[in-house]
């Protein structure tokens, strides 16, 4: 049974950094490319990022270019969000997701989901 | 990006009642459509993907159809544990976008 669990999220003031980390079982994971979608409270849901399978190809959103880093240690099945910079509109629960297949794109798609874990950036 | 627009935003029905959910694209998606299910403080899950095909475990009277940039998620009978929002969300393109969702609540 496929299995995600996050961890990591808090409160943090504007301008601070946090780190996410998705701990992942169930399945192999070194040969499925893993996402973070967000979800900013009464909202929708909006990806963030995406990782290959191998950890060599990284994909993000334009809301977080530059400021997110996504990256994965497939020795300990755990994804993980380096978020810097953070601001009030990037409060919300951050889901990490598994992908069906080896890379993010077209033919790609999210089948598994975490329970979350909420972000809130607030002073 | 592509733009994803799902109809109606709520709705109120009872148990039995058939449902349909319409979701368009802002251009042609070649089918690249998923279906998901959030119930309130629970993680998203996935009930259809290349638009008309049903994940494994999910029940048969959630089904879906569309081409081009027009898809629709139907709930043959709708049962209590239904009451969920709905999002669709393509994967044609990237980055991946998803509906604004879709409340089913109870009449």
């Known amino acids: 049974e496929v299995h995600l669990l996050e961890s990591g999220g808090g409160l943090v003031q504007p301008g601070g950094s946090l780190r996410l980390s998705c701990a992942a079982s169930?399945?192999?994971?070194?040969?499925?490319?893993m996402s973070w979608v967000r979800q900013a409270p009464g909202k929708g849901l909006e990806w963030v990022s995406a990782?290959?399978?191998?950890?060599?190809?990284?994909y993000y959103a334009g809301s977080v270019k530059g400021r997110f880093t996504i990256s994965r240690d497939n020795s300990k099945n755990t994804l993980y969000l380096r978020m810097n910079s953070l601001r009030a509109e990037d409060t919300a629960v951050y889901y990490c997701?598994?992908?069906?297949?080896?890379?993010?794109?077209?033919?790609?798609?999210?089948?598994?989901w975490g329970q979350g874990t909420l972000v809130t950036v607030s002073s | 990006d592509i733009q994803m627009t799902q109809s109606p935003s709520s709705l109120s029905a009872s148990v039995g009642d058939r449902v349909t959910i319409t979701c368009r694209a802002s251009?042609?998606?070649?089918?690249?459509l998923a279906w998901y299910q959030q119930k309130p403080g629970k993680a998203p899950k996935l009930l259809l993907y290349?638009?008309?095909r049903l994940e494994s475990g999910v029940p048969s009277r959630f089904s879906g159809s569309g081409s081009g940039t027009d898809y629709t998620l139907t709930t043959s009978s709708l049962q209590p544990e239904d009451f969920a929002t709905y999002y669709c969300?393509?994967?044609?393109?990237?980055?991946?976008?998803f509906g604004q969702g879709t409340k089913v609540e109870i009449k």
């Open positions: 169930g399945f192999t994971f070194s040969t499925y490319a």
């Open positions: 997701a598994k992908v069906r297949g080896y890379y993010y794109g077209s033919g790609s798609f999210l089948d598994y």
């Open positions: 251009q042609g998606i070649s089918n690249s």
């Open positions: 969300q393509q994967y044609y393109g990237t980055p991946w976008t």
């Open positions: 290349a638009a008309s």
């Open positions: 990782i290959s399978g191998g950890g060599g190809s990284t």
